[in-house]
């Protein structure tokens, strides 16, 4: 029997050793000198494992029951369960919080090298760190709406302190254009939700889901989860919503850019699709995939023609981000098992390779290089940052066998299967234009002759958690079944849902 | 034997980092790793023979993606067994040519990492019948030959390795929208499965997911107007990556067309709505090939444009042939060209590599009097270029001949054809004449050269190899015939 405490323990760890970490790390920064990086290191580690073990805890308990259903628990029953906070565990969200888990841990162990190689060790940043994850996890086992825009905002308020780290005039600016966005959004929902809980009289997922299958007249409904994306929609970055992420993800400082896009990312298409498809289940209650089709295409269009404008590659890493959204949102599109299988393989690859574009131009970017034609030549002065960034480049374009074509393919394959093919055939030609100026930076790299002399050694161990990513993304792409078999009782609970 | 097939890819997988290492010390030894690889798969292969000529094709299954209801199937027929055999072939030379060819260039322990790993990509595209892995293959063959060219070709190589890159990945993001299609009304991605289970799906949409595979194949084989990329590739590249490019990855196109486009979809399309229909578009389209590449090839100075322009010309005879689905002698002769054009025309850009290693030279009118000086080359490209020619007794005349004859068998019966046959057979005028002005050119002409000296060994070597089998394939042609005429579609 899975309890309240079994949910929420992974949250729970991750937020009381953000806590812990203050204390701790300035003692450490006190006491010895040689070995901080190394202290620090092991007790993110030891964090890290303890919430690894609770979530394969509660993994193993609930992969471990006969039949994979959707399983709520709520701190109060009976009466109260429509007011009281509710958790969710079914396969999607425990997969989702795996994925927090590994790449943050991957994007932190990145942040405790990259941060110490640029400026002094920082006891805040690393707490900021966990925290942001404890978040996400929380949100993604969230069974009511209200518990899900709590932890949600948590996550917003922790991300914008990793933006605005650096304290220059631009992380600065772009924060503040991030909070004034995120309030704005947080608006939005809150009314929506109000709306809703007007309605139905709760904001338990199955609550409202079962409200609104009966109800008759829709507009209002209509109303209030057109505010309710739209607030999603800002914190996701939708196109026209966008114009937060890039200025956001340049001006962060690369870890933070790489933990940004490889966790809170993934963690607001989840909201997305939680929403859409598990309350709104069209076309039972809703029916949105059209709506969502002509924002995805206009989000990768986007995103991929901004990006082609970039000449700063962290930027236009970001706008790939973009352009990631809206390939994200195809899948949730096309609410098929495919589709929602390809949906959460693409959180897990997508996440990893954005974060390790974004960990791979924070080693360019220290060592000087920043826009198109920094780069240079590089190929020859940096050859396995190079080679890395080569790697997640075309794993972006949809090349085979590295992870990002069968995200890709598994993606496309969903929007033709439910009968919008034109979409699928938008996002293909959305992948040409990808790879075109992807090779125009592989270009830069390795036929152009270097330029600029490089400003500064780069440490090795830097390079570790990158290679880890790449390694991941190699063997993910070669045999997929190792997340598919993880996300395929997900695959089977759509015909509970849709029927 | 067993897992012969999953071998013949994993050997040239692993062989990669060997090669990598062992040309750290010395690049010969790569070279030999690259070619040992080679003949190793050749012989893996050949284990395949009897199982072939005794049940038509050599199946092996491994598990891989259950959740998407996708095994990883291995198979060889005929068919795929000789083209992989021309691939081997070819990889072997190349490698063998490269020992003295690229002796001059840098850091080349990664020019044969990459050759290793392009073999996979090659093979592999010829022996999976899973149409996911077939697109891995597909896709495998650019990233090692983008980086080949540029890191190795001429003049400004990763210009024109870019060019290859973009337009051949756009060709393919259709082909992956075709292999969604096929999924989806199929739910499998096996070839044959998908075969039986598209006669029974009748959709509306297979027209265009024939359509989407095809223009995708096409863009890979260079026919016009999709051959843009081909001329500054095969061009700019190193000879031994030209005589790849122009054997092997071109014919892959063809090869896919016939097999994904015309063997899994065509039978389960409406025969008369857009069966013939589609049929004929490919002739005319095959018939603008081969006069497009010949005459530009008769304008073209530069000796290796030439041959990558007389490719585009062959690759619209293949079309041609192709065309001629399901007559089973034009399938023959086009699947027979492609073995005989990839021998020769692999022959023919390695000679011009040749020609321009010892002569520094690349415009053929600066040229002249080179059959004295390097009489060697002179006799491989003289073989070389009258196969090209479709002159008997060499490789291409048997495969020529072939498909012309089914081009009049088929206007028997679809009067369209006399046609463009009429004009095929005017085309190969056209490509005596290109090659009669090379040859004149390069060897005969009054001498404007002082000095040139005949290729180093291991080119003679590999020059020699190709050549005999150019001679081999023309006189004794049974063997294959008889493998490739085994398969029926």
Known sequence: MISVLDVLAPTIIFTVCSVATVPLIAFIRKKTRSHQGLFTLAWISTVFAA????????????????????????????????????????????????????????????????????????????????MTIGSVTAASFSGDLLTLFIFWEVSAASSCFLIVYRKTRDSLEASMKFLIMVVIASGFVVYGLSIVYGL?????????????????????????????????????????FHMWLPDAYTAAPSSSSALLSAVVDQASYYVILRILIYILTPPLILDWPYALAIFSAITMTIGNLFALAQTNVKRLISYVCIADIGYNLVAI?????????????????????????????????????????????????????????????????????????????MVFTAAIESKIAWLAVVGVLNTVLQTAYFLRLIHYMYAKTPKKPMEKKIPRKLLAPPYLLVAAIIILGVYPALILGLTYPAAQQMGSLTA | MQMALLLSLLIPCFAAPIAYASGKKSYKAAALVVALVSVIDLYLLYTTVSTIQADGRYVESYYWMPMLGSTFTLFVDGISLSMAVVTL???????????????????????????????????????????????????LMLIPTYFIIGGWGYKEPYHAAFKFFIFTHAGAVFVLLGIGAVYMLTGTLDMFQAQSLLATASSDILGWVLAAFTVGFAVKMAIVPAHMWLPDAHSEAPAPMSAIL?????????????????????????????????????????VVSAFYGAFTALAETDIKRIVAYSSISHMGYVLFGLSLFPFSEGLTGAVYHLVTHGVSKGLLFLTAGSIMMQTK?????????????????????????????????????????????????????????????????????????????????????????????????????????????????????????????????
């Open chain 1, 51 to 130: 919430a690894a073990i609770s979530i394969v805890r509660l993994g193993t308990e609930y992969y471990g029951q006969p039949q994979q259903s959707f399983l709520n628990v709520s701190l109060a029953g009976g009466n109260l369960l429509s007011v009281s906070s509710a958790f969710l565990v079914d396969s999607v969200s425990v997969y989702m919080s795996t994925v927090y888990l590994i790449v943050g841990f991957v994007s932190c162990i990145y942040g405790v090298f990259y941060v110490k190689a640029s400026e002094r060790l920082s006891e805040r940043y690393y707490a900021l760190m966990l």
């Open chain 1, 200 to 240: 139905v009289g709760s904001l338990n997922f199955w609550a409202v889901r079962e409200a609104l299958m009966v109800l008759e007249n829709k507009q209002l409904l209509v109303v209030a989860f057109a505010f309710i994306a739209t607030g999603y929609g800002i914190e996701t970055a939708i196109v026209p």
């Open chain 1, 333 to 409: 599109t096309s609410v098929t098992p495919l589709g929602i299988m390809g949906n959460l393989y693409f959180f897990l690859v997508g996440g990893m390779t954005t974060a390790l574009s974004f960990m791979l131009v924070g080693i360019f970017n220290n060592a000087g290089l920043k826009t198109l034609e920094d780069f240079s030549g590089a190929g020859l002065k940096l050859p396995a940052t190079s080679i890395a960034l080569t790697i997640a480049m075309l794993s972006f374009s949809g090349v085979p066998p590295l992870a990002g074509f069968m995200a890709k393919y």
């Open chain 2, 89 to 139: 072939a070819l990889i072997f030379s190349a490698a063998v040519f490269s020992m003295n060819y690229m002796a001059e260039k840098k850091s080349l322990s990664g020019y044969y990492a990459m050759l290793s790993l392009l073999t996979v990509g090659l093979v592999g595209v010829f022996i999976t019948s899973n149409l996911l892995f077939f697109y891995f293959c597909w896709e």
């Open chain 2, 246 to 286: 122009s054997g092997v990855i071109i014919e892959a196109g063809a090869y896919a067309i016939l097999r994904v486009s015309l063997g899994t979809v065509f039978p389960s399309v409406p025969a008369t709505e857009i069966g013939s229909p589609f049929l004929h578009v490919l002739t005319i389209f095959g």
């Open chain 2, 361 to 489: 030279v690349r415009n053929i009118d600066e040229m002249g009097g080179l059959a004295g000086k390097m009489p060697f080359t002179a006799t491989s490209s003289a073989i070389a270029a009258f196969s090209i020619a479709g002159a008997p007794p060499f490789a291409c005349f048997i495969s020529e001949f072939l498909i012309f004859i089914s081009g009049v068998q088929a206007g028997g019966t679809d009067s369209f054809y006399f046609l463009p046959t009429a004009l095929m057979l005017v085309a190969t005028v056209f490509s005596l004449a290109y090659v009669l002005r090379f040859f004149w050119k390069v060897f005969l002409e009054s001498p404007k050269i002082k000095e040139a000296k005949e290729a180093p060994i291991f080119m003679t070597v590999s020059m020699g190899i190709l050549a005999f089998l150019v001679i081999l394939l023309g006189v004794w042609p049974q063997h294959f015939i008889d493998l490739i005429s085994s398969v029926s579609f």
